[in-house]
DNA sequence: GTTAGCACTCGATGGACTTGAGTGCTAACA
DNA sequence: TGTTAGCACTCAAGTCCATCGAGTGCTAAC
């Protein structure tokens, strides 16, 4: 077992110095810089012994070696030492959240930003509202114009939509505030899902100007998206790493964090509050299978989810990456407990 | 005068031709290409002459030439020729306006699409909304939990905010509406400048809790920002120009893209329905001093500035984007004429 | 099991040479 | 006087080749 843990070291040494230099490690190199009992003869039969068990890759006989995903997958399991944030790292995370500004794709911005900035990888923020668990509390029209309206809708839980809505023909302001109470009273504690549906079960009942009305809003609500807002910061980071000096590759990962349904695909991981690291090929998409994509999601208070994705190359900053959204996750908290306290 | 037409037609072939292969062009390739009557020698001499009134640059001694900015503004100001549009294309610009989904960012980011799309260029979108010239028509207040109310502000030529606003005290909805009658009833035609002044004047006569609410609306006012979103669509397309193939320069343009104060200077002319075009040093910004920026403006119904900026190298398309740019004005007034019948 | 030693591999670096696109100049021509 | 053919010259880019050095694998000795 003393042997198993020497490989262990070494895989683990060779790693770290693979992601701090993106170089091929030699057995030299680990013998010098991390084990320096051992002669580079030793690290050579142990890093054979390495690559035979799928841990390694050499790109050719008189390089160095590097990890293979399998050997990333290993080490984000079980090598992980935590990273220490610095004090102004964490006050950075916090005062993302910590401030008056309560538009949520403000907060994404900046989250996106600092995290970038912290890392220097490229990061995206999704925001979704989940429709399904989500009931309505109560709604309202605001006029706006002569034929148009704004439909506000707003959950139990406090979750606030906005869709602009043009009319058939103009209702006077204080028409519009007395539908505006009856639906909320007709239609309070409806999920958002079976909004639509029970839109149009009223408009059944009621005369024909009514009817129209509420069967426009229904028509309206029905395209509200589930994904809200993908914001995406840092880009340029990518550019400064090696594996992507080759423009052609540069140019197609740009892409992907251009096209939004694939961005949706890759945020849209299942599990909350929990961090998930993909692996090259693991993240399920050919123009990422040198990257590694770190997704993190958060359920807001009142229902939102956000979800952040740190994208890198394979060869990625793990230990400071979890660290950062693990911190991004207290201070998120932190904030909500706050706002408890303070409407208690 | 008769030279001058024959150097003038060849200036215009070399840059042509530039644009199109991003070669140095040589003497020979214009006299097959372009000049056929003339021979090489004859050009020689020519693009000596152009190189001596400062239109040509030679990388060096046994390379072709290649425009200089000074060539780009005079092909820009007198050289070009009208690029027609493919029905296909117009259609495109046509259909990113001709939707129900009135969310601005949303037919910002569409056009951004199409335009990177058409053109193969970056294109950024930014709306403003300059509020000096803009008239409150109305405002309401609508309560979405205990202590916090959405403050909707609506011009008289129909421009529409939102800003949520925590308050101290909750509020009965009743009373809300209410207050909102009242306030927008003292404030109808009031500048949107002079709102916060406003909003204090009225406070000052008001019992203490009616005041308390009123100054802190106008806190709320004060920081709603003139520059709403900017949308950048076709980043990677940069990525396809040689003059970016080094990455360095690609990373330096992307991190430009990044900085929001520095697009807002791009985007910011003063101009309005109107296209400019800034040819390298003319940005002003030396990230950009091998790009040029093309602008164009459009004054909205409802008050907003949307800016359009294309990027791309010197050697850009200007024919088409020209072309893309008015088609897109086009549309535009299209759409809001026909929008005018409808509501007439 | 560990290590020193050595032959071998192979990309990277750099110099010498060749190639070819392009220029400038001169002299002849219409 | 403008145009052109011809020719010497320039210079980046490509090719070939030798060298270098970081690295490996294997063997034999400790």
Redesign the pocket.
């Given at each position: 077992m003393e042997?198993l843990d020497?490989k262990y070291r070494i895989l683990q040494a060779i790693i770290d110095d693979y992601i701090l230099t993106a170089?091929?490690?030699?057995?030299?190199?680990i013998s010098r810089k991390y084990e320096q009992?051992?002669?580079?003869?030793?690290?050579?039969?142990e890093?054979?012994d390495l690559?035979d068990l799928g841990y390694l890759d050499?790109?050719?006989?008189?390089?160095?070696?590097i990890p293979s995903n399998k050997a990333y997958r290993l080490y984000v399991d079980q090598m992980l030492q935590p990273f220490p944030l610095s004090v102004e790292d964490i006050a950075y995370i916090r005062s993302c959240f910590d401030t008056r500004s309560h538009q949520i794709e403000q907060i994404s911005m900046r989250l996106a930003r600092a995290i970038s900035g912290m890392t220097n990888y490229t990061t995206a923020v999704m925001t979704r509202m989940p429709r399904d668990d989500q009931k309505l509390s109560h709604m309202q029209l605001v006029p706006v114009a002569d034929r148009r309206v704004i439909l506000i809708l707003v959950t139990e839980n406090g979750a606030v939509t906005q869709t602009p809505v043009d009319l058939d023909a103009a209702i006077d302001p204080d028409v519009l505030y007395t539908v505006s109470k009856f639906l909320s009273k007709r239609l309070e504690g409806v999920p958002m899902s079976k909004l639509h549906q029970s839109l149009i079960d009223i408009a059944a009942g009621e005369p024909e100007e009514m009817s129209k009305l509420l069967r426009t809003l229904a028509a309206q609500d029905d395209e509200s998206p589930d994904v809200g807002s993908i914001v995406v910061g840092g880009r340029s980071n990518l550019l400064s790493y090696p594996e992507y000096s080759d423009v052609e590759k540069a140019r197609n990962l740009l892409s992907v964090l251009e096209t939004k349904d694939k961005m949706i695909s890759l945020l849209n991981t299942h599990g909350e509050m929990e961090i998930t690291v993909r692996i090259g090929p693991e993240t399920g998409m050919e123009e990422l299978k040198d990257c590694s994509v770190v997704t993190a999601s958060y359920r807001m208070r009142d229902g939102r989810v956000n979800t952040i994705g740190l994208i890198g190359p394979t060869r990625m900053q793990y230990g400071k990456v979890l660290s950062v959204l693990n911190q991004v996750g207290r201070s998120l908290y932190e904030l909500l407990d706050a706002q408890d306290d303070e409407q208690r």
């Open positions: 042997l020497r170089l091929p490690v030699g057995s030299r190199t009992k051992l002669s580079s003869a030793t690290i050579r039969n890093m054979s690559e050499s790109p050719h006989t008189s390089a160095g070696r």
